[in-house]
């Protein structure tokens, strides 16, 4: 048996180390943004809407 070290240990433990890191630092996972859901401005009439709003124009 060989005791070099493979390339696999190596990137498995530069993997808890950084795991270690990030709970040290207390970094917590970014939240995505919220998606916009407001009125959009319509210039020139150009832009598709749906059915209803179609109608009801």
């Not at 005791?3 to 190596?10: F, I």
């Not at 530069?14 to 859901?37: F, H, I, Y």
Request: proline share 4%; net charge positive.
């Amino acid at each position: 048996m060989t005791t070099e070290v493979s390339g696999v240990d190596l990137a498995r433990q530069a993997l808890v180390g950084a795991r270690e890191q990030v709970n040290k630092n207390g970094s917590t996972r970014k939240r995505r943004p919220k998606r916009r859901t407001g009125q959009v401005v319509r210039r020139n009439g150009r832009e598709p809407i749906g059915l209803d709003a179609a109608v009801t124009r």
